[in-house]
Nanobody, 120 residues
Framework: QLQASGGGLVQAGGSLRLSCAAS????????MGWFRQAPGKEREFVAT????????YYADSVKGRFTISRENAKNTVYLQMNSLKPEDTAVYYC???????????????WGQGTQVTVSS
């Protein structure tokens, strides 16, 4: 089970740090990803990190502003979001999968989502 937290309301230019804590099993050998879904839009890829942190990949829309990281000892993945924009407003989901990549199909386990709202 994955539990995402850390969302909230922030002004444009502000920062938030999302966390995703895993329970019930260890995800240390899984790739971990963040996705987001805005109202009326499909869920889209944000960032992913391989099990050993050796590979990290970001969507172009967040590159240079967001940072994904993980602590396998804590079974937790993070998403540091800086310079937030109104277009970053969405429900953010964490996910775990054995295959590293940006496709939703690679991820077998999903958290419940946490709302991020960026005001202009």
């Amino acid at each position: 089970q994955l539990q995402a937290s850390g969302g909230g309301l922030v002004q444009a230019g502000g920062s938030l740090r999302l966390s995703c804590a895993a329970s019930g099993r260890t995800f240390s050998s899984y790739a971990m990803g963040w996705f987001r879904q805005a109202p009326g839009k499909e869920r889209e890829f944000v960032a992913t990190i391989s099990w050993n942190r050796g590979r990290i990949y970001y969507a172009d829309s967040v590159k240079g502003r967001f940072t994904i990281s993980r602590e396998n000892a804590k079974n937790t993945v993070y998403l540091q979001m800086n310079s937030l924009k109104p277009e970053d407003t969405a429900v953010y989901y964490c996910a775990a999968g054995l295959q590293y990549g940006s496709s939703r199909d690679y991820y077998d386990y999903w958290g419940q989502g946490t709302q991020v709202t960026v005001s202009s």
